[in-house]
């Protein structure tokens, strides 16, 4: 290979992503730079694998690369260019700071080695800014915390120069430092002009997003942690180079309640558990001190038998509680070599501190659909029990209770039963029977269809216990399930024929009032559904609806003092008006039913008759309204309110505060919450909530969050999600992804989507996410494949008769002609005429048109512009902008006007008559009162100052 074929792949190679097939190239065209007898171009080769080494995760290689350079600069410092001499010196503070994670390295020597940086940079007319720095480094590494100091404060006085650090990662270090000193107000502000994107490079914001995660958690700022947790781990993940900012997320995950967020992160990076890695020792340590933090809260919550990686590659798997001391060791043996070659304790210190941590909450919802290939961590469920209610082994005791709290419809009675079947004592039939109703109970609400024949087998217990009443509702259970699902009630399930038969057995003393009110209540809920789906649609005056009538009047009668039961009553009436179209009756009785319910000390039923009213109120028009209706319910149940009803509490304030405007956080936090909740009792709400997070998050530009959102979420619609929800979120995914400049992967999505429509009668979706997709593929500088798009997008559009769409996407295609090796202009330019020569009629779509068509000439290259070509770009923004004036759009009319400007001075050197055209055109906006947009013309006007 001869010097200019080497020349041409190390430029070659620079275009590649970091990471070993980099490295091993930019290995390769050392030795064969050298081989050519070219030193200038061995350095340029040296200092590619530098970067190279510096950027894939193997940093601690660089020194030798480094060393061969320096020897050439002392040699002959003529072979080193200007970009070469600065280069050489950029990278000495890059080996003198990462010498100290090299314990092999004496520290006498990495003091020689600043010393060093300090006289070079002399001679070569730099500053000590990036010395003090360095020396800044070391002194906080070794915990000499006085040096550190004093060469921060330097560090931060000192003035920049050509060897400063870029100012993201500057701000980066010193937070670092100030979290050190417990200064986490300080970091935090230190860092928010990197957080917030004014300040970025290759790496920045990424280390700085994981770094804000726990000093934002310690100042109780849950929300921006959590949003910087969904931005930011999407930038590192699977980055061996960010490596320490991958332990930073999951650390974060494992002291927010979300370990099984965390364990998804672990399986992320299954492969960096693998003992003997040549990456360098600080990035393993970050690395496996943040596992050790997992692992410890694994054992805590008692998952010390469940299965991950192993970290030797010998199994498949191993368990946590066997994985825990070799890592931990492995952590221990390598602080170890740090204190011995520093001779203090300070690494081993931090980093026992770090693996010490306890959570710094208890939950923390995310929001984020949990995969299925790692299982969650269960917790225990905490004791429902009163302090002072029965012993957990007094059988007698706890079977009196959960009795009480059953006939009391109180929630808890779930749990306490429950507790009765832990005591492990030799229960009588009845108990044993009430404990699998019980358990029937709490899965009727997920699935009344499926738990049809669990009701019957409850029912055959009960007869078996001699308790002929509760055996029979439980038959009216499984009919009323059945028909829930629209099938008729198996023999001897009927709730009509159960409710005489209940009422019988109440008037014989062998069956209970509440047992004769369940049978009461499956036999209303059963004329409900007989009417609702009648085939005369709900007609007012059916039979069936009179009897439904009479029956709740009848019953609400004879509840007049039963609280629990007129609540009930009430709740079912005004389902009855909402199905016939009557809110207004819902919102008289709504209300009255929660305060029966409240005065039968049944919480949860009076949340969720608030919850529907606040439902029936938004959808009138009034979301304040029914914010302060939720907001109620959950004042009113307190802790009392199950997850489920705090869920749906929760999903409906998100979509509230989503109506309300300018409470996106509180939407997201909302939604975020109710995701958390309902995502094992109700994954259709659940991912309901997230869409409205995901809205909340795109609306206030936060693209990285909702996206986060919905790649958690994909794996799980695609599952169970129909093909309208699929559809859905990966268009909406794709437009997050083009909206963060991914533009192919957004493509992907998009296309992806589009052919899942291709075959649907109406076109419309179809031709929106073709078009989409062209727009990411250009997006992505993939020009033929973005051409080819547009004009299948173009010819969907022209199928559906959409022809302001048809027009943007032929102008999308005539920019894929000026892009690429070979520029068709003319190409596109007879493409802009053709669509403005076929429009009926002019239009915004025409007049864009034209305004596009005066851009496309501006970038004509100028040896191929003629004259004639400009003066008619020039009429056609003039007719453009007459025309945007027209249809009130002096904003882009005015941009069109800058356009012919900037060709018209700086195209053609006419800068009078361009100064002439844009006084016009600010004398306009002033006669009009546009003063802003006049402003704006008379500071163009100064930058055409001669």
């Given at each position: 290979?001869?010097?200019?074929?080497?020349?041409?792949a190390?430029?070659?190679?620079a275009?590649?992503?970091?990471?070993?097939?980099?490295?091993?190239r930019?290995?390769?065209?050392?030795?064969?730079?050298?081989?050519?007898?070219?030193?200038?171009?061995?350095?340029?080769?040296?200092?590619?694998?530098?970067?190279?080494?510096?950027?894939?995760?193997?940093?601690?290689?660089?020194?030798?690369?480094?060393?061969?350079?320096?020897?050439?600069?002392d040699?002959?410092?003529?072979?080193?260019?200007?970009?070469?001499?600065h280069?050489?010196?950029?990278?000495?503070?890059?080996?003198?700071?990462g010498?100290?994670?090299?314990?092999?390295?004496?520290?006498?020597?990495i003091?020689?080695?600043?010393?060093?940086?300090?006289r070079?940079?002399?001679?070569?007319?730099?500053?000590?800014?990036?010395?003090?720095?360095c020396?800044?480094?070391?002194?906080?590494?070794?915990?000499?915390t006085?040096?550190?100091?004093?060469?921060?404060?330097?560090?931060?006085?000192?003035?920049?120069d050509?060897?400063?650090?870029?100012?993201?990662?500057?701000?980066?270090?010193?937070?670092?430092?100030?979290?050190?000193?417990?200064?986490?107000?300080?970091?935090?502000?230190?860092?928010?002009?990197?957080?917030d994107?004014?300040?970025?490079?290759?790496?920045?914001?990424?280390?700085?997003?994981?770094?804000?995660?726990?000093?934002?958690?310690?100042?109780?700022?849950?929300?921006?942690?959590?949003?910087n947790?969904?931005?930011?781990?999407?930038?590192?993940?699977?980055?061996?180079?960010?490596?320490?900012?991958?332990?930073?997320?999951?650390?974060?995950?494992a002291?927010?309640?979300?370990?099984?967020?965390?364990?998804?992160?672990l399986?992320?990076?299954?492969?960096?558990?693998?003992?003997g890695?040549?990456e360098?020792?600080?990035?393993?340590l970050?690395?496996?001190?943040?596992?050790?933090v997992?692992?410890?809260?694994?054992?805590?919550?008692?998952?010390?038998?469940?299965?991950?990686?192993?970290?030797?590659?010998?199994?498949?798997?191993?368990?946590?509680?066997?994985?825990?001391?070799a890592?931990?060791?492995e952590?221990?043996?390598?602080?170890?070599?740090?204190?011995?070659?520093n001779?203090?304790?300070?690494?081993?210190?931090?980093?026992?501190?770090r693996?010490?941590?306890?959570?710094?909450?208890?939950?923390?919802p995310?929001?984020?659909?949990?995969?299925?290939a790692?299982?969650?961590?269960?917790?225990?469920?905490?004791?429902?029990?009163?302090?002072?209610?029965?012993?957990?082994?007094?059988?007698?005791?706890?079977?009196?209770?959960?009795?009480?709290l059953?006939?009391a419809?109180?929630?808890?009675?779930?749990?306490a039963?429950?507790?009765?079947?832990?005591?492990?004592?030799?229960?009588?039939?009845?108990?044993?029977?009430?404990?699998?109703?019980?358990?029937?109970?709490?899965?009727?609400?997920?699935?009344?269809?499926?738990?049809?024949?669990?009701?019957?087998?409850?029912?055959?217990?009960f007869?078996?216990?001699?308790?002929?009443?509760?055996?029979a509702?439980?038959?009216?259970?499984?009919?009323?399930?059945a028909?829930?699902?629209?099938?008729?009630?198996?023999?001897?399930?009927?709730?009509?024929?159960v409710?005489?038969?209940?009422?019988?057995?109440?008037?014989?003393?062998?069956?209970?009032?509440?047992?004769?009110?369940?049978?009461?209540?499956?036999?209303?809920?059963?004329?409900?559904?007989?009417?609702?789906?009648a085939?005369e649609?709900?007609?007012?005056?059916?039979?069936?609806?009179?009897?439904?009538?009479?029956?709740l009047?009848?019953?609400?009668?004879?509840?007049?003092?039963?609280?629990?039961?007129?609540?009930?009553?009430l709740?079912?009436?005004?389902?009855?008006?909402?199905?016939?179209?009557?809110?207004?009756?819902?919102?008289?009785?709504?209300?009255?039913?929660?305060?029966k319910?409240?005065?039968?000390?049944?919480?949860?039923?009076?949340?969720?008759s608030?919850?529907?009213?606040?439902?029936?109120?938004?959808?009138?028009?009034?979301?304040?309204?029914?914010?302060?209706?939720?907001?109620?319910?959950?004042?009113?149940?307190?802790?009392?309110?199950?997850?489920?009803?705090?869920?749906?509490?929760a999903?409906?304030?998100?979509?509230?505060?989503?109506?309300l405007?300018?409470?996106?956080?509180?939407?997201v936090?909302?939604?975020?919450?109710?995701?958390?909740?309902?995502?094992?009792?109700?994954?259709?709400?659940?991912?309901?909530?997230?869409?409205?997070?995901?809205?909340?998050?795109?609306?206030?530009?936060?693209?990285?969050?909702?996206?986060?959102?919905?790649?958690?979420?994909?794996?799980?619609?695609d599952?169970?999600?129909?093909?309208?929800?699929?559809?859905?979120?990966?268009?909406?995914?794709?437009?997050?992804?083009?909206?963060?400049?991914?533009?192919?992967?957004?493509?992907?999505?998009?296309?992806?989507?589009?052919?899942?429509?291709?075959?649907?009668?109406?076109?419309?979706?179809?031709?929106?996410?073709?078009?989409?997709?062209?727009?990411?593929?250009?997006?992505?500088?993939?020009?033929?494949?973005?051409?080819r798009?547009?004009?299948?997008?173009?010819?969907?559009?022209?199928?559906?008769?959409?022809?302001?769409?048809?027009?943007?996407?032929?102008?999308?295609?005539?920019?894929?002609?000026?892009?690429?090796?070979e520029?068709?202009?003319?190409?596109?330019?007879?493409?802009?005429?053709?669509?403005?020569?076929?429009?009926?009629?002019?239009?915004?779509?025409?007049?864009e048109?034209?305004?596009?068509?005066?851009?496309?000439?501006?970038?004509?290259?100028?040896?191929?512009?003629?004259?004639?070509?400009?003066?008619?770009?020039?009429?056609?923004?003039?007719?453009?902008?007459?025309?945007?004036?027209?249809?009130?759009?002096p904003?882009?009319?005015t941009?069109?006007?800058?356009?012919?400007?900037?060709?018209?001075?700086?195209?053609?050197?006419?800068?009078?008559e361009?100064?002439a055209?844009?006084?016009?055109?600010?004398?306009?906006h002033?006669?009009?009162?546009?003063?802003?947009?006049?402003?704006?013309?008379?500071?163009?006007?100064?930058?055409?100052?001669?």
């Amino acid at each position: 290979m001869d010097a200019q074929q080497v020349h041409e792949a190390l430029r070659d190679n620079a275009t590649r992503p970091y990471g070993p097939a980099r490295s091993a190239r930019a290995e390769q065209l050392v030795e064969l730079a050298a081989q050519t007898g070219d030193r200038p171009m061995l350095v340029h080769a040296l200092q590619a694998l530098i970067t190279a080494y510096e950027y894939d995760g193997t940093s601690d290689r660089m020194l030798v690369p480094f060393a061969r350079v320096l020897k050439m600069w002392d040699e002959r410092p003529e072979d080193f260019d200007e970009e070469a001499a600065h280069g050489l010196h950029w990278h000495f503070k890059w080996v003198s700071a990462g010498l100290i994670w090299q314990p092999n390295v004496p520290l006498a020597t990495i003091e020689r080695w600043l010393d060093e940086m300090e006289r070079r940079y002399r001679l070569a007319g730099y500053g000590t800014q990036a010395v003090h720095a360095c020396r800044h480094y070391v002194a906080a590494h070794l915990g000499d915390t006085e040096a550190a100091a004093t060469h921060f404060d330097r560090w931060v006085t000192a003035e920049r120069d050509d060897m400063a650090d870029c100012e993201a990662c500057e701000r980066h270090n010193r937070g670092d430092w100030l979290t050190m000193r417990e200064q986490d107000l300080e970091a935090v502000r230190t860092w928010q002009a990197v957080t917030d994107g004014h300040l970025v490079c290759a790496e920045e914001p990424h280390r700085v997003l994981a770094k804000t995660l726990l000093p934002l958690l310690r100042l109780g700022r849950a929300d921006e942690a959590r949003a910087n947790h969904l931005r930011g781990y999407r930038m590192v993940r699977g980055n061996p180079n960010l490596r320490s900012s991958v332990g930073e997320h999951l650390e974060f995950a494992a002291l927010t309640g979300n370990e099984g967020r965390a364990l998804e992160i672990l399986a992320d990076h299954a492969t960096w558990l693998t003992l003997g890695g040549d990456e360098p020792v600080r990035y393993r340590l970050f690395y496996l001190e943040a596992v050790v933090v997992l692992l410890r809260r694994l054992v805590a919550l008692g998952q010390g038998d469940l299965e991950l990686p192993t970290p030797r590659g010998e199994t498949p798997t191993t368990t946590v509680a066997a994985l825990l001391p070799a890592v931990d060791a492995e952590v221990d043996t390598i602080v170890a070599t740090f204190d011995k070659r520093n001779g203090t304790t300070s690494v081993s210190e931090r980093s026992a501190a770090r693996r010490a941590q306890e959570p710094l909450l208890g939950s923390l919802p995310l929001g984020l659909r949990a995969g299925t290939a790692v299982p969650s961590p269960v917790r225990e469920k905490p004791d429902e029990r009163a302090a002072d209610g029965p012993a957990p082994d007094d059988a007698e005791a706890l079977i009196a209770e959960a009795t009480r709290l059953s006939e009391a419809h109180d929630p808890r009675a779930h749990a306490a039963w429950e507790r009765v079947a832990a005591t492990g004592a030799d229960l009588p039939p009845l108990v044993r029977a009430r404990i699998a109703e019980s358990r029937v109970l709490e899965r009727a609400d997920e699935d009344p269809v499926g738990v049809g024949a669990d009701f019957l087998a409850v029912a055959r217990e009960f007869g078996i216990a001699g308790d002929a009443g509760r055996e029979a509702v439980n038959r009216a259970r499984a009919g009323l399930g059945a028909l829930i699902g629209g099938a008729e009630p198996p023999p001897g399930t009927d709730p009509a024929e159960v409710l005489a038969e209940v009422t019988a057995l109440h008037e014989a003393g062998e069956a209970t009032r509440n047992t004769l009110w369940v049978a009461r209540f499956c036999h209303v809920q059963s004329l409900f559904l007989g009417w609702a789906r009648a085939p005369e649609g709900r007609d007012p005056d059916d039979p069936a609806r009179a009897e439904l009538d009479r029956v709740l009047t009848d019953l609400l009668t004879e509840a007049s003092e039963l609280p629990f039961e007129q609540g009930s009553l009430l709740h079912i009436r005004a389902q009855v008006a909402l199905a016939e179209g009557d809110p207004r009756q819902a919102l008289d009785v709504l209300p009255r039913a929660a305060e029966k319910f409240l005065a039968a000390g049944a919480v949860n039923r009076a949340a969720d008759s608030l919850q529907l009213l606040a439902e029936v109120t938004m959808r009138g028009g009034d979301p304040r309204a029914a914010e302060a209706h939720l907001e109620r319910a959950r004042a009113v149940g307190g802790d009392r309110l199950d997850a489920d009803t705090r869920g749906r509490i929760a999903a409906l304030l998100a979509e509230i505060y989503v109506m309300l405007g300018g409470r996106d956080g509180d939407a997201v936090g909302s939604a975020l919450t109710a995701a958390h909740l309902l995502d094992d009792s109700d994954p259709v709400v659940a991912a309901r909530a997230r869409m409205v997070a995901v809205f909340a998050f795109r609306r206030g530009g936060r693209p990285a969050e909702a996206a986060a959102l919905l790649e958690s979420m994909l794996p799980d619609v695609d599952r169970r999600g129909d093909e309208q929800e699929i559809v859905h979120v990966r268009q909406v995914y794709g437009e997050c992804l083009t909206d963060l400049g991914e533009f192919r992967a957004a493509a992907e999505e998009l296309i992806a989507a589009a052919r899942m429509v291709a075959d649907r009668p109406d076109q419309r979706e179809h031709a929106a996410l073709v078009h989409a997709a062209a727009n990411a593929l250009d997006g992505a500088g993939m020009s033929d494949e973005a051409g080819r798009t547009f004009d299948r997008a173009a010819a969907l559009w022209r199928t559906v008769g959409d022809r302001d769409a048809e027009i943007r996407a032929v102008r999308g295609h005539a920019w894929t002609l000026v892009q690429g090796d070979e520029p068709d202009w003319p190409g596109a330019l007879e493409m802009l005429d053709s669509v403005a020569a076929e429009s009926a009629e002019p239009g915004y779509e025409y007049y864009e048109t034209l305004r596009q068509t005066t851009h496309l000439v501006l970038n004509w290259p100028s040896e191929d512009r003629s004259e004639k070509l400009a003066a008619r770009a020039l009429d056609l923004a003039d007719t453009a902008a007459d025309g945007f004036l027209r249809l009130d759009e002096p904003g882009v009319a005015t941009q069109t006007q800058f356009t012919a400007a900037n060709l018209e001075a700086w195209g053609l050197g006419r800068v009078d008559e361009a100064r002439a055209r844009l006084t016009a055109l600010r004398d306009r906006h002033r006669a009009a009162g546009r003063s802003e947009l006049a402003a704006k013309c008379e500071d163009f006007l100064e930058h055409l100052e001669p």
